[in-house]
């Protein structure tokens, strides 16, 4: 590569660089400040954040520019999922801040792992060959098992971070599996213009297939879609509350922008075929993910099993096979993020004589003691049910319609069922909130838990749903201008 190149570059990559650049000056400073400029840290990182999903979404290329020799994209549709990756990150670490501040629990290296694990991201959603989709990938996951294990001297967290450490290694090997696959049966094609010319011409056959199908499976561990969820209740729960609220939004955003890239990229002249695959996966994660949680008592896990489940309604419209479907993912992540980072401010809100709780029956009676908390715990809840008018069920209404586009009309049955079983577990809860006599008290929230709440809270609000037109506008210009 030559140095025009570089710097050529080097000029579409500033969001990349903001964050490493973050995480490679708070080395230097962490030696010397130690976790006494934790917090300090964790605000910079949150503004850098903000910098940074601001460059990706303002200063997008009219058509994707290829960069660093074709290993990576940048476009319309990476710079939408950097933007969301950065803002969900920004928040879930200005709650880190606070929680760890709270418990006297600060260390250094919290922001900057954070900072590892977004830089992942998003070489993720610009990934552009094979090589560059698994560096991104573990360079995410890497840190994503650091974090998971944070509170180390907590049996929960250290447990939560051996699963993920140990399954995700069986995930890792499933995508390195597949990649050595369609290496092989594509005669050696890393980039994906090249694994597209060989799916166009026929070649691969089988084989390509099974490599297709094995790469899918590793990453619908990333997005936690059912059967490959096993990891996600236990981390979850042992997790500190922070790192899973970034778990819950970012991570998945960016493995399911990876996995549109993949098949409507280099495999979708296969659209036949791994639509059948997709279409599985998705209503197996909605049904699995709405029975299951009718079984939870923790709060945290309820909401793992509905990721799971929301996960499956965002890979409906991907199994369609149409540009169409890619929109309607988009516009749904994007409700779906701000609403889940909301509830788990409010989770980390709930705290009893000193310490967090997790658990539903605590939230008894919470609407006669803290009434703007039960009053956001009901307007995030309805949202992420799909109760109209809130912006959660215009997000169900695109994906719904994507796939009937598509004929896929079993799987929008399977969903619309999936959705009212849900909407039964949201309603436990908020019924408990409201009509249950009051337990303990909680505390009085931070200013920092409570904002994000609100903010997380505002975001679903029916207000938003009149600008639906322009969420909807705005996701088609991103991906018409990449696929």
């Known amino acids: 590569?030559?140095?025009?190149?570089?710097?050529?570059?080097?000029?579409?990559?500033?969001?990349?660089?903001?964050?490493?650049?973050?995480?490679?000056?708070?080395?230097?400073?962490?030696?010397?400040?130690?976790?006494?400029?934790?917090?300090?840290?964790?605000?910079?990182?949150?503004?850098?954040?903000?910098?940074?999903?601001?460059?990706?979404?303002?200063?997008?290329?009219?058509?994707?520019?290829?960069?660093?020799?074709?290993?990576?994209?940048?476009?319309?549709?990476?710079?939408?999922?950097?933007?969301?990756?950065?803002?969900?990150?920004?928040?879930?670490?200005?709650?880190?801040?606070?929680?760890?501040?709270?418990?006297?629990?600060?260390?250094?290296?919290?922001?900057?792992?954070?900072?590892?694990?977004?830089?992942?991201?998003?070489?993720?959603?610009?990934?552009?060959?094979?090589?560059?989709?698994?560096?991104?990938?573990?360079?995410?996951?890497?840190?994503?098992?650091?974090?998971?294990?944070?509170?180390?001297?907590?049996?929960?967290?250290?447990?939560?971070?051996?699963?993920?450490?140990?399954?995700?290694?069986?995930?890792?090997?499933?995508?390195?599996?597949?990649?050595?696959?369609?290496?092989?049966?594509?005669?050696?094609?890393?980039?994906?213009?090249?694994?597209?010319?060989?799916?166009?011409?026929?070649?691969?056959?089988?084989?390509?297939?099974?490599?297709?199908?094995?790469?899918?499976?590793?990453?619908?561990?990333?997005?936690?879609?059912?059967?490959?969820?096993?990891?996600?209740?236990?981390?979850?729960?042992?997790?500190?509350?922070?790192?899973t609220a970034l778990f819950a939004a970012a991570p998945k955003l960016a493995a399911l922008a990876l996995i549109a890239r993949l098949l409507y990229g280099p495999f979708a002249g296969m659209a036949d075929q791994w639509g059948q695959v997709v279409a599985a996966l998705s209503a197996i994660s909605m049904a699995w993910g709405a029975i299951a949680a009718l079984l939870q008592t923790n709060i945290k896990r309820l909401m793992a099993y509905s990721s799971v489940a929301n996960m499956g309604f965002a890979l409906m419209p991907l199994a369609s096979g149409t540009v169409a479907g890619v929109e309607a993912a988009l516009v749904y992540m994007a409700i779906y993020l701000p609403t889940t980072i909301g509830v788990f401010a409010l989770i980390l809100a709930m705290r009893k004589d000193g310490e967090a709780t997790e658990s539903i029956e605590d939230l008894a009676g919470l609407a006669q003691r803290r009434t703007l908390m039960a009053a956001l715990f009901t307007v995030l809840f309805f949202s992420l049910g799909g109760i109209p008018p809130l912006a959660g069920f215009w997000g169900k209404w695109v994906v719904f319609l994507a796939a009937l586009e598509g004929g896929l009309v079993w799987l929008a049955v399977v969903g619309a069922v999936a959705a009212v079983v849900a909407a039964a577990y949201y309603l436990r809860i908020i019924a408990t909130v409201w009509f249950k006599p009051p337990e303990a008290a909680l505390q009085t929230p931070t200013a920092v838990a409570l904002t994000t709440a609100l903010v997380g809270a505002a975001m679903p609000f029916p207000i938003l749903v009149l600008g639906l037109g322009w969420l909807e506008r705005w996701a088609q210009a991103a991906v018409i201008a990449s696929f």
């Open 1 to 243: 590569m030559s140095v025009t190149d570089l710097i050529y570059s080097l000029s579409w990559s500033q969001p990349e660089l903001w964050v490493a650049a973050f995480a490679l000056a708070g080395v230097v400073i962490g030696v010397y400040v130690k976790d006494a400029g934790a917090g300090l840290l964790s605000l910079a990182g949150a503004a850098v954040f903000v910098v940074a999903g601001a460059l990706a979404f303002l200063f997008q290329p009219s058509e994707p520019q290829a960069v660093f020799g074709g290993a990576m994209v940048v476009d319309g549709f990476a710079g939408v999922a950097k933007a969301m990756i950065a803002f969900a990150a920004a928040a879930t670490l200005l709650l880190g801040a606070d929680f760890f501040g709270k418990r006297r629990e600060q260390r250094f290296e919290f922001p900057l792992m954070t900072a590892l694990a977004v830089l992942g991201m998003f070489v993720m959603v610009s990934a552009s060959d094979l090589i560059t989709l698994y560096v991104g990938l573990e360079l995410q996951s890497l840190a994503a098992y650091v974090l998971a294990a944070w509170r180390r001297d907590e049996a929960r967290s250290s447990e939560a971070g051996l699963k993920y450490f140990v399954l995700g290694a069986i995930a890792s090997g499933l995508v390195l599996f597949g990649c050595s696959y369609i290496y092989g049966f594509t005669g050696g094609a890393i980039a994906f213009a090249d694994i597209a010319a060989h799916v166009e011409a026929g070649a691969g056959g089988v084989g390509l297939l099974f490599g297709l199908v094995l790469l899918l499976c590793g990453l619908a561990f990333k997005v936690s879609a059912a059967p490959f969820h096993m990891w996600t209740p236990d981390v979850y729960e042992g997790a500190p509350t922070p790192v």
